[in-house]
């Protein structure tokens, strides 16, 4: 077990989700090359990190496997088995998780890239699951550029409602503002009971310029 603090594993803010981009129309998802035939700086097996926040465990790091990848233009972590994170509130009772097949974290652009088998559960109960997920950690919270993926997503609602995003979607920070991406605009979330994002009427579609 390996207790970390919060200034030793800022990248870690990947679990802040848990607690509670491309927002710009038309605007590409970012690309990162990544070369599968480098070899890891440094390589950790079995890894179980509690990690503190102002002297309080807040969060838990589960990984089969955690390779450090250093060079001057990208350095970046690799999760080739598998990623868990799971947050805690101040009675250490889990609110939320995290979880993937792989992950990559790239410490210049801020950026989580996560895939195969994304599951994610917020602190509303809400839940996304999809093949591939990017976050922008340092995105303002209230902005749509922390969370996106093109790839179909299904969200399920605390009292089981379930919503699809055949192109994707994007949100904020907390997973509580989402608006579906499709073909020629987006669709906007209704969080009125009931109603699945593909009956939302035609006036929440907005185009892209």
């Given at each position: ?129 999809t093949e591939e997920l ?47 991406l499709s073909f020629g ?25």
């Open positions: 077990m390996v207790r970390q603090t919060k200034s030793a594993v800022v990248f870690f803010i990947l679990c802040c989700v848990l607690a509670t981009s491309c927002n710009n129309r038309g605007k590409k998802m970012p690309v990162v090359s990544v070369d599968t035939q480098a070899i890891p700086m440094v390589r950790t097996a079995d890894v179980s990190a509690l990690i503190s926040d102002s002297g309080i465990t807040r969060y838990r790091l589960e990984a089969k496997i955690w390779d450090m990848y250093s060079n001057e233009e990208n350095a970046y972590s690799h999760f080739p088995e598998g990623i868990y994170v799971e947050r805690f509130d101040s009675l250490l009772t889990a609110e939320g998780y995290i979880k993937a097949d792989t992950a990559y974290h790239f410490d210049k652009k801020g950026l989580w890239q996560l895939i195969g088998s994304v599951f994610v559960k917020n602190i509303e109960g809400r839940t996304f699951e990017f976050w922008k950690e340092e995105s303002n919270p209230n902005s749509l550029e922390a969370f996106y993926t093109d790839k179909f997503v299904k969200i399920t609602e605390a009292n089981g409602d379930v919503r699809y995003g055949r192109k994707g979607f994007k949100s904020n920070q907390s997973m509580s503002d989402i608006v579906f605009g987006e669709l906007s979330v209704d969080e009125s009971p009931n109603v699945e994002a593909d009956n939302i009427q035609k006036d929440s579609i907005q185009s892209h310029e």
